[in-house]
Nanobody, 128 residues
């Protein structure tokens, strides 16, 4: 069973950047597509991004595309989310999870495909 640990969150001003990491143990991530999710207070969990097992396909929610970049280093068993041009509405707890898939497509429902094996999450706060 894979265990995931998110890190890299923090307080940043609007327009700033953060790089989140999702580190896995227990299993190798090579076989899994990985999703990043976020949940803001009073809101439903939102699928933010997805990267295929071999990193040959990616997906971004329309709210973040052009600003966020997902990547992975399978040798290090880690997935990253580079977040640029951050906005206050990006404020949320960010989670990663393995998916019941090996590739990412625009019509995928990340919440439905998630195994729910996220860790404790990492808080991202965008504020002046």
């Amino acid at each position: 069973q894979v265990q995931l640990v998110e890190s890299g969150g923090g307080l940043v001003q609007p327009g700033g950047s953060l790089r989140l990491s999702c580190a896995a143990s227990g299993r190798t991530l090579d076989y899994y597509a990985i999703g990043w999710f976020r949940q803001a207070p009073g809101k439903e969990r939102e699928g933010v991004s997805c990267i295929s097992s071999s990193a040959d396909s990616t997906y971004y929610a329309s709210s973040v595309e052009g600003r966020f970049t997902i990547s992975r280093n399978n040798a290090m068993n880690t997935v990253y989310l580079q977040m640029n041009s951050l906005k206050p509405e990006d404020t949320a707890v960010y989670y990663c999870a393995t998916l019941f898939a090996s590739r990412c497509y625009s019509d995928y429902d990340l919440n439905r495909l998630s195994r729910g094996d996220w860790g404790q999450g990492t808080q991202v706060t965008v504020s002046s």
